[in-house]
């Protein structure tokens, strides 16, 4: 199994981070077939396959939003208001996907896109864990 580990810098806001490229370029350099894992290893982030600069990823923190508002009503309470809400976006927008790979390239739709979804604003700094599984 081949791994990278990548740093991003999400920023003090509520973010989606497009890292398709960074991983396209990863399994390009295998050139076989396989599987791309993608992995965050942070409680409070999580990798989505998604169409981004079309609103989509707009909409998706307008839903995340909605869904887990920044207010007083969650019980782990450290860190910014609303704080706990980063802690349960993961059982939503899991903190891994899998891609299928052939000849190095990512197998994904015409508008599919993969992205690190980060509501934490107390923790701007990310690594993502990119690992490739060869089918020989």
Do not use: Y
């Not at 810098?9 to 509520?14: I, N, R």
């Not at 965050?40 to 989505?48: E, K, L, R, S, Y």
């Not at 169409?51 to 909605?66: I, P, R």
């Not at 802690?87 to 790979?101: D, G, K």
Request: charged share 20%; aromatic share 6%.
């Amino acid at each position: 199994m081949r791994t990278q580990i990548l740093e991003l810098h999400t920023g003090g806001s509520e973010s989606i981070t497009d890292i398709t490229r960074k991983c396209a370029d990863f399994v390009a350099e295998t050139g076989g077939d396989g599987l791309l894992n993608v992995f965050v290893p942070h409680a409070t982030a999580g990798v989505a396959i998604i169409e981004l600069g079309a609103g989509s990823d707009d909409d998706l923190l307008a839903s995340l939003g909605d869904l887990f508002p920044a207010d007083d009503r969650w019980r782990h309470e450290h860190g910014t208001r609303g704080h706990g809400r980063s802690h349960v976006m993961p059982a939503f927008v899991a903190p891994q996907t899998t891609v299928p790979v052939v000849s190095g390239r990512l197998e994904l739709g015409t508008w599919q896109s993969i992205a690190v979804v980060d509501l934490n604003v107390d923790n701007p700094d990310r690594r993502v864990r990119l690992s490739f599984l060869s089918s020989s």
